[in-house]
């Protein structure tokens, strides 16, 4: 797992619903403090719950001058669609191929749900440089970070 006062491994993926638009956090980095949440997958109950209270406190993270990105194994499509359903006001980024996940330290298998290489549910905020000043990773992939903890760590990035 990546952790505190690492530099966070860049990467390039798709994001927005789409195959042709290209995510790249080096394009982001600079802008103020960055929130990588990392998740399952899209649809399902705890990822769900995740990605709407991320919702709740957006403006709280905007606010403070930070852009939030969520990020799984999904197809871009997929969290497309589920972006639209949730009324989400942040971009997700899809990894499909499992290098931004690995690349993360948080490939998780869940052989009873058939899922492998999935992301586990993590939280990385980032400063301006790409340092991490927050890693959170959850011990069980229902877990969600602690979302007091998560803006106070924003708003000193």
């Known amino acids: ?5 690492d ?4 990467f390039t993926a798709t994001y927005n619903g789409s195959d042709h638009e ?5 394009d982001h980095l600079g802008d103020g403090p960055v929130v990588l949440a990392f998740f399952p997958g899209a649809f399902t109950p705890p990822c ?4 709407v209270a991320l919702q709740d406190h957006l403006a709280d993270f905007e606010a403070a001058g930070a852009t939030l990105f969520g990020i799984s194994a999904d197809s871009s499509f997929s969290l497309g669609a ?7 006001g942040f971009d997700l980024v899809s990894d499909m191929s ?13 052989p009873d749900l058939g899922l492998y290489g999935i992301a586990n549910r993590a939280v990385y905020v980032l400063d301006d440089e790409g340092t991490v000043t927050l890693a959170w990773e959850a011990e069980d992939p229902t ?13 000193s990035a």
Not at 1 to 5: D, T
């Open 1 to 5: 797992m990546v952790s505190e006062s």
């Open 7 to 10: 530099t966070a491994p860049t």
């Open 22 to 26: 290209t995510f790249d956090l080096e």
């Open 48 to 51: 769900s719950n995740e990605m």
């Open 82 to 88: 589920f972006a639209e359903e949730y009324d989400l």
């Open 98 to 110: 499992g290098e931004v996940i690995e690349s993360y330290g948080l490939s998780i298998d869940i």
């Open 143 to 155: 877990n969600e970070p602690d979302y007091e903890e998560l803006l106070a760590a924003v708003k």
